[in-house]
């Protein structure tokens, strides 16, 4: 079906008491322009105007960085003179369209495509359809204004109601569809006569409803919270609530267990595939992907992420950037830093930290370890305390370990080094030069002992406590010999 869309988001949002303009603010992870934007591509629509004004570069990168270059026209809104001003700034990057438009606000993420779909429905045989919902408080709304036949007549602004109109407790949702022939040359004929001196979008519905071309107007009535306007930050932190709960719910349906949901935080776009466990404080950010599965145990915490099929992340595991194989072991508490590439079966034990670190099947890092800039082969074994010196203070380097290779613990590997495939390391060694595959290398001291020096020096100092006579500090040499 033909379809164009006009996003408005030319205000400032002044209660979001923010530098940062209002529809870039997040909801579920998402910069909230990003819920229309999707919705109307969702719909195939042909076109897709933005109308911005504060900020519109930033607001212009943010949906590109998204949706590609050139996804959506501009139109700006240099001054924000009402929503019928805002929507009439659209009509070059619509021109030529003829058919439904629908008009959506960059500040509602809640809105669903089931919604819109009903509204093209109830639009496609009129010339406009809007969106209504039953408010217990609807002080701020356009209130609907219903007349013979329960048939819309006008909207009415707060401002400008009596008080008769401002306890109709249906109000406007502000999303619309309209025929694009209709829609502009009705916004050609507004009148700024009324309280805020304002061009306003809903006198084109009083138009469509009056006029004889116009005729009926369609409304779809939807539930309260799916329309809600994000205009301050609590009303940011309920939206990010609501979308969250369906994000979890929407998994869940598709066959992922979530233990606590609520507590967990999981952005809008992420998957997770079925039979996956999620425990309780799990958060899964940006794009990030989970495999079937895989079982992510309480506070792990990953971002931009490729999770593997039946890999197992241990409690508060943090992931950025990075790829897990499928059957890998992490944590608890490990940490992969941006660039970690772990192939399958690979084990990342607690308080390891990777970068940059590519790690062949199998390979084994249980304890205590940083591995930075390193590319380790298939099933080599690094033991507890290694560290890959990457930094010089300068520059970065690489550290290679081959296949099979074993690194004891407490080794630290001096960047630019290679340790060939099957080669052994011993526990203690501060390696500088390459090892051959299949070598030994040791850097460790020769171990002397001296027969009865611990005794001779404990001996001492007992005599010397005892000259003093104390008593307590004969327990305390006792103690700490
Ligand atoms: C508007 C409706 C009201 C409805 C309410 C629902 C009008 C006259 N009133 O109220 O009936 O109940 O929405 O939320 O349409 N915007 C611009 N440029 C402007 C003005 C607004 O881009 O010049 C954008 C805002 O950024 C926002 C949206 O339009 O995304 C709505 O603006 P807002 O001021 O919140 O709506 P109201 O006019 O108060
Ligand atoms: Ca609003």
Redesign the pocket.
């Known amino acids: 079906m033909k379809l164009a869309t006009v996003i408005?988001?030319?205000?400032?949002?002044t209660r979001m008491k923010s530098q940062t303009a209002?529809?870039l603010h997040r909801v579920a992870g998402r910069p909230m322009i990003e819920f229309p934007v999707g919705l109307a591509r969702d719909l195939r629509s042909e076109r897709v105007a933005c109308?911005?004004?504060h900020q519109a570069d930033a607001v212009r990168a943010a949906v590109e960085a998204r949706f590609g270059e050139g996804s959506v026209a501009v139109a700006i809104?240099a001054?924000?003179?009402?929503?019928?001003?805002?929507v009439a700034q659209a009509e070059k990057a619509l021109r030529g369209f003829d058919g439904p438009v629908l008009i959506l606000?960059?500040?509602?993420p809640l809105l669903t495509e089931a919604t819109l779909r009903k509204l093209l429905d109830a639009g496609r045989r009129r010339t406009l359809a809007l969106v209504t919902t039953l408010l217990d408080e609807p002080t701020?709304?356009?209130?609907i204004v219903r007349g013979a036949g329960n048939r819309l007549e006008r909207?009415v602004?707060e401002k400008d109601a009596t008080d008769a109109e401002r306890s109709i407790c249906e109000?406007?949702?502000?999303i619309y569809c309209v025929q694009s022939k209709f829609l502009f040359s009705a916004l050609k004929k507004l009148r700024t006569d009324n309280a805020?001196g304002?061009l306003?979008?809903?006198?084109v519905a009083a138009r469509a409803a009056q006029s004889k071309e116009g005729g009926e107007v369609g409304t779809v009535e939807v539930e309260a919270e799916e329309?809600m306007?994000v205009?301050d930050r609590v009303d940011l932190a309920r939206a990010d609530a609501a979308m969250r709960r369906r994000v979890t719910l929407t998994l869940m349906r598709a066959g992922v267990t979530i233990r606590a949901p609520e507590t967990c935080c999981i952005d809008a776009g992420v998957t997770v595939g079925a039979d996956s466990e999620l425990g309780p404080l799990v958060q899964l950010r940006g794009n990030t992907r989970v495999g079937a599965g895989a079982r992510i145990d309480a506070g792990c915490v990953i971002t931009d992420a490729t999770i593997g099929d039946g890999a197992h992340l241990k409690p508060y595991t943090v992931v950025a950037e990075s790829e897990v194989g499928a059957e890998a072991e992490l944590g608890p508490f490990a940490h992969l830093r941006p660039g970690s590439q772990l192939g399958r079966k690979v084990k990342i034990g607690n308080f390891v930290e990777t970068k940059k670190a590519r790690l062949g099947e199998g390979a084994k890092a249980s304890h205590l370890t940083y591995l930075g800039d390193a590319e380790i082969g298939a099933h080599a074994n690094i033991g507890c305390g290694t560290i890959t010196c990457n930094y010089d203070g300068y520059v970065k380097s690489r550290t290679v370990i081959g296949e099979g290779a074993f690194i004891g613990s407490d080794t630290q590997l001096v960047a630019p080094v290679t340790v060939g495939a099957g080669a052994v390391v011993g526990a203690g060694t501060t390696v500088v030069e390459d090892v051959p595959p299949g070598a030994l290398a040791l850097s460790r001291s020769k171990q002397i002992a001296v027969p009865g020096y611990a005794d001779k020096k404990r001996a001492e100092r007992e005599a010397r406590a005892a000259t003093k006579g104390s008593t307590s500090a004969g327990k305390r040499s006792r103690r700490k010999p």
Do not use: M, S
């Open positions: 408005l988001a030319a205000g400032l949002g209002k529809v109308v911005l004004g809104q001054e924000q003179r009402g929503t019928g001003h805002a606000y960059g500040d509602v701020g709304y356009g209130r909207i602004e109000i406007n949702a502000g805020q304002e306003y979008l809903t006198d329309v306007g205009n």
